[in-house]
C-alpha cells in the first residue's frame, strides 16, 4: 500500500503475485465478482481487497486478502470552548484578562489529533496549535478554533466572543476652581465623563460628594462606572470665595481727593489702605 498511516487521499495498493507460468491474477472488492488484475489498485474508501491465482482450467487458488482501514474522508466534529477564568462584569464584559480553554472536537475514525485558533479583533494572533489562549487587550476580540484529526482532516470553525474593559472611565472639566457664588451647578457646570471601550450610560451618569458648596474650600469627589462596571473616582476643590461690595456714596480716596465710588472712571487713580500694617 501506498501507506500505512491514517490519510484523507486514496490509497494505492499493489498486490504482489507468485510467478506461476499458466495462471491468471486476479482481485475482488467483495470475494465475489472477480477481475483479472493488471495494474495496482486506487482504494478512495476502506475496504477489503482479495487476491488469487486461477489456472486455465477455471480453478481457482487460495485466496488471500488485505484490508485497508486507514482512510479517513471525514472531518472532526469542532471543538468547544469555554472560559475557564476571567472577572466577569456586566453586560457581558470582563474586567481583566480571560483564558478561554479549547477541548478538541470528536473524530470517530483517525481520531482527533490537535485543536487550532485564531484571534481576531481588539487581538490578534495567527493560527497557534494550543488548547488555551489568554485575552489581554481591551476591547472585544473574537477567537476562532478547528480541530484536526489525525488523517489532516480540519473541522468547521468554532468561535467565542470576548469583551474585556479593566479601565473606568474618564472624567473631563474636573480642574479646580474658584468662585464667588455657592449654587450647586457649579458642581457639576462642564463635568462630564466617557469611557471608549464598554461605554457609559450617559455622559453626565456621575455622582458627587458632598451635593452642596459653602464659603472657602471644598473638596468634591465625583465616582462614575462604565458600562462593564469599572468604576473611577475623583477630587477637585471648589473654592468659594467672598464677594466685597461697596454701597452707593461709599467715599474713595484719589488724586483729587474724596470721590463717591458711583463716579469713579476707569484710569482714576485711588489710594488703598492695610489695616493691618496701617500703610
Not at 482450467?57 to 469542532?78: F, L, M, R, S, W
Not at 481588539?122 to 476562532?144: D, F, H, K, L, W
Not at 460628594?209 to 465625583?222: A, D, M, V, W
Amino acid at each position: 500500500a501506498s501507506t500505512t498511516s491514517w490519510t484523507n487521499q486514496n490509497i494505492i495498493v499493489e498486490i504482489q503475485f507468485p510467478n506461476v507460468a499458466g495462471y491468471a491474477k486476479q482481485y475482488s472488492l467483495d470475494n465475489r465478482t472477480w477481475n483479472t488484475y493488471t495494474n495496482a489498485i486506487e482504494m478512495s474508501s476502506n475496504g477489503t481487497i482479495y487476491a488469487r491465482l486461477i489456472d486455465s482450467a477455471g480453478q481457482p487458488g487460495e485466496t488471500t486478502q488485505y484490508e485497508v482501514n486507514k482512510i479517513d474522508k471525514q472531518e472532526p466534529n469542532a471543538p468547544s470552548m469555554s472560559v475557564s477564568s476571567g472577572v466577569a462584569g456586566n453586560e457581558g464584559w470582563y474586567r481583566g484578562n480571560v483564558v478561554v480553554s479549547i477541548i478538541n472536537g470528536t473524530d470517530t475514525l483517525s481520531g482527533a489529533a490537535n485543536s487550532t485558533y485564531t484571534v481576531s479583533g481588539a487581538q490578534n494572533i495567527g493560527e497557534t496549535r494550543e488548547n488555551s489562549v489568554t485575552i489581554t487587550a481591551e476591547g472585544t476580540s473574537t477567537i476562532t478554533a478547528y480541530t484536526y484529526d489525525n488523517a489532516g482532516n480540519k473541522s468547521k470553525a468554532a468561535t467565542i466572543t470576548i469583551k474585556k474593559d479593566s479601565v473606568g472611565p474618564t472624567f473631563s472639566g474636573v480642574q479646580d476652581k474658584s468662585i464667588y457664588d455657592t449654587n450647586v451647578n457649579n458642581i457639576t457646570s462642564g463635568v462630564s465623563i466617557s469611557d471608549t471601550i464598554s461605554g457609559v450610560t450617559s455622559s453626565t451618569a456621575f455622582t458627587y460628594n458632598p451635593q452642596t458648596l459653602t464659603r472657602g474650600e471644598n473638596i468634591i469627589t465625583y465616582t462614575a462606572t462604565d458600562k462593564a462596571g469599572n468604576t473611577t473616582s475623583i477630587q477637585r476643590k471648589i473654592n468659594v470665595m467672598y464677594a466685597v461690595c461697596f454701597v452707593e456714596g461709599t467715599k474713595v480716596s484719589t488724586l483729587n481727593g474724596l470721590i463717591n465710588i458711583e463716579d469713579l472712571k476707569v484710569g482714576d487713580i485711588v489710594y488703598t489702605y492695610n489695616e493691618q500694617n496701617g500703610k
